[in-house]
T-cell receptor, first 113, second 116 residues
Framework: SQTIHQWPATLVQPVGSPLSLECTVEGTSNPNLYWYRQAAGRGLQLLFYSVGIGQISSEVPQNLSASRPQDRQFILSSKKLLLSDSGFYLC????????????FGEGSWLTVV | AQSVTQPDIHITVSEGASLELRCNYSYGATPYLFWYVQSPGQGLQLLLK??????LVQGIKGFEAEFKRSQSSFNLRKPSVHWSDAAEYFC??????????????FGKGTLLTVNP
């Protein structure tokens, strides 16, 4: 069966510090991968999605970037965190076509102080 | 642009009572529709989904949802709520139903409180 792992689960970082959140999917190949952010009062916002290694689409301009160095690995990064980057970050995946359901990881809490 | 509306931000029900969470979507083509549930501090768990066919779909934990094209709705129901159902519920629609542009658009969520 397929599983998705995110780490770290919780992170407290000072303003201006770098960020790296990692996501790995097991039990499938060539998944579509997604990063969502859930901030208070703003619902779930799609940040990035990827259909393959090195293929990243950004949904909103922001202080964050994403990379996909391996087929089942998706990394969310920032060079300098802002207070507004605080939130709950969710990685998600779906099986490459035909695959119509998107499954979510357990999330990573980021607090920027 | 596609959108999903969950009119109720917060609903409180008594344990054992029936539940209906509303969801309306705006989408030009035949949508793929989903309900997810999120417990505090957790990720999203898929409750059920609708792609085509029978408009009444059954999900996990005793939930069901009915797709009504004429009303652009996909309401979630449960006949008897349990205390463990207290969580936040999200309705979502896929923006494009195929290809590489397959992305979920979410409603703002409905927080469910269950009174003993």
């Amino acid at each position: 069966s397929q599983t998705i792992h995110q780490w770290p689960a919780t992170l407290v970082q000072p303003v201006g510090s770098p960020l790296s959140l990692e996501c790995t999917v097991e039990g499938t190949s060539n998944p579509n991968l997604y990063w969502y952010r859930q901030a208070a009062g703003r619902g779930l916002q799609l940040l990035f999605y990827s259909v393959g290694i090195g293929q990243i689409s950004s949904e909103v301009p922001q202080n964050l970037s994403a990379s996909r160095p391996q087929d089942r690995q998706f990394i969310l990064s920032s060079k300098k965190l802002l207070l507004s980057d605080s939130g709950f970050y969710l990685c998600a995946w779906r099986r490459g076509s035909p695959g119509n359901t998107i499954y979510f990881g357990e999330g990573s809490w980021l607090t920027v102080v | 642009a596609q959108s999903v509306t969950q009119p109720d931000i917060h609903i409180t029900v008594s344990e054992g009572a029936s539940l209906e969470l509303r969801c309306n979507y705006s989408y030009g083509a035949t949508p793929y529709l989903f309900w997810y549930v999120q417990s505090p501090g957790q990720g999203l768990q898929l409750l059920l989904k609708y792609f085509s066919g029978d408009t009444l779909v059954q999900g996990i934990k005793g939930f069901e949802a009915e797709f009504k094209r004429s009303q652009s709705s996909f309401n979630l129901r449960k006949p008897s709520v349990h205390w463990s159902d207290a969580a936040e519920y999200f309705c979502a629609v896929v923006r494009n139903s195929g290809g590489s542009n397959y992305k979920l658009t979410f409603g703002k969520g409905t927080l469910l409180t269950v009174n003993p």
